[in-house]
């Protein structure tokens, strides 16, 4: 990992591109990999394996937790030539996917920022694209309440 | 002769079988039913499908759909069967549904609350009317679209319950109780009596609910606050050794606010009942918030006069894989039963007429 970050930095950079990668599907991440240079060498370490997580909800939003009920989940581990492992855990049954966003966690620790950015951006602002066609369109259904002018006064 | 009972029905079984399939196809010359079109344009069967087998995969949900001809029951019971093939990777982090991405977002109780009314893609103030020309396959009008505001909205708790005219959440920390791993038992407490919701019909949830408002139960509920969109999924991988957002899902959160007129200890405030389910489902949503508040009868002093105010009916009652199990075990062979109940009539019936042959 880049060593001029600090440690809360860089899980906070990984934590971000590991969740564009959870949602971006197989298609976008194997072209994702392939503008970042040639395919790395990868081995399988664990996986694509596809299991359970239980998913909970808080009592009144915000209270005392409880179990609301389970989510397919598909995880997978591998290892680059360099040694770098990679992780992925991502929601669905999809197995090439979440073999090819384990490669490309393994890959991110191993690139530059720039280099970062040109693999995670077009993923990241996709995925930014689509929730704000959804929360325009929600936007459009806002009501706008007025009042009613009383005749007499 | 049961042996050869048992080779007959083999027979019988696997043409049944070879019948449906056929059947479950319909006509060959109608194209087939893609997966997608299932989950692309059924969604609210698919929501129903993924909140009752408790498990949230809308492409499963979707063969489901498929392979249970639509009968949305059938299809839980499919995705409930499926989940026991597969190992429990881990538990995830509550989901905050403050921080939802909301479609939409209404409250009954304040015109003009922070965040606003958002109807979002809403059934309700349509007419009701068939619309002929979805039978015509026309495409649909774009959208409208606004400037969003992306901050977070609210929960209408938050807003009452700075004043302490509004119960408060109470802790947060305790470990849930799992009814996928532990058998219901009594008392229940509100974790379980919750997941138990979360997971049960939609049907008995809405007759119980409806019940408490028609009167066997009540606690003058008001729809403080209804909202439905995506929340992010969090897990802590053991070998990561931090939280990681794995995608997202779809909610419905109802927020039922009762009256309470407060206790020897407590003043008179505001108490409530909480529904959260997979997918969109208003219905549902509001359906559990009032049967957990009503099974809260107890607990706030109250009177237990009716069902909905009773766990141990709720709670044995609710779930339609298991009630649809019991009932349907009807069908099952009964034969050396009912032979013994035969002659037990024709018993009584005989001493009967001897007894009237005597007088």
């Known amino acids: 990992m880049n060593d001029t970050i600090s440690r809360p930095d860089a899980i906070a950079t990984r934590q971000h591109w590991m969740s564009v990668l959870a949602r971006a599907p197989a298609e976008a991440i194997a072209s994702a990999l392939t503008r970042a240079g040639p395919l790395p060498v990868w081995s399988r370490v664990r996986g694509p394996e596809t299991g359970l997580v239980m998913v909970r909800g808080r009592t009144g939003g915000s209270g005392s937790p409880f179990n609301l009920g389970e989510m397919t989940v598909t995880r997978c581990t591998v290892r680059l030539g360099s040694g770098v492992a990679g992780h992925a855990y991502v929601a669905g049954r999809d197995e090439r996917r979440a073999e090819l966003a384990a490669v490309a966690d393994a890959l991110l620790q191993d690139l530059n920022t720039g280099s970062r950015d040109s693999l995670i951006g077009p993923l990241a602002a996709a995925q930014r694209e689509q929730r704000l066609t959804r929360a325009e369109k929600a936007a459009a259904t806002r009501v706008e309440f007025f009042a009613m002018r009383n005749m007499r006064s | ?359």
């Open chain 2, 1 to 359: 002769m049961a042996y050869v009972a048992v080779k007959g029905g083999e027979r019988a079984i696997r043409n049944a079988h070879t019948w449906l399939a056929e059947e479950r196809r319909g006509d060959p010359a109608v194209p087939d039913l893609g997966l997608d079109q299932i989950r692309e344009q059924l969604g609210r069967a698919i929501d129903r499908v993924m909140a009752e087998g408790s498990l949230y995969d809308p492409d499963l949900a979707a063969l489901a759909i498929k392979q249970a001809q639509g009968d949305l029951i059938e299809a839980a019971f499919l995705l409930r069967a499926y989940r026991t093939t597969l190992p429990r990777f881990a538990h995830a982090r509550p989901v905050d549904t403050a921080a939802m991405r909301a479609a939409r977002r209404i409250s009954a109780i304040f015109k003009d609350l922070p965040g606003g009314q958002t109807l979002g893609p809403t059934y309700d103030y349509t007419h009701r009317l068939l619309d002929f020309e979805l039978a015509e396959n026309q495409p649909p009008p774009d959208a409208p679209r606004a400037a969003p505001d992306l901050s977070p909205v609210p929960r209408v708790p938050d807003i009452l319950g700075r004043e302490g005219l509004l119960e408060a959440d109470g802790p947060m920390d305790a470990e849930p109780g799992d009814l996928t791993r532990e058998p219901l038992s009594f008392p229940a407490g509100r974790d379980i009596r919750l997941q138990a919701l979360a997971r049960g019909d939609e049907g008995f949830l809405l007759a119980m609910g409806y019940s408490t408002q028609r009167g066997y139960g009540g606690s003058h509920p008001f729809a403080g606050e209804v909202r439905m969109g995506e929340v992010s999924v969090e897990i802590e991988p053991p070998e990561l050794g931090f939280a990681i957002d794995i995608g997202d899902l779809t909610v419905t959160e109802c927020q039922m606010v009762n009256q309470f007129k407060g206790s020897k200890t407590q003043l008179p405030q505001f108490t409530r009942g909480y529904g959260l389910v997979f997918g969109f489902s208003e219905r549902k949503a509001m359906s559990m918030a009032l049967v957990d508040r009503a099974m809260r009868a107890e607990e706030l002093g109250e009177d237990v006069t009716a069902p909905a105010q009773n766990p141990e009916f709720v709670l044995y009652h609710s779930d339609n894989i298991e009630a649809t199990g019991f009932v349907e075990h009807l069908k099952l062979p009964h034969y050396v039963d009912f032979q013994s109940e035969l002659q037990n009539v024709r018993r009584l019936r005989e001493a009967v007429e001897r007894r009237e042959a005597a007088e």
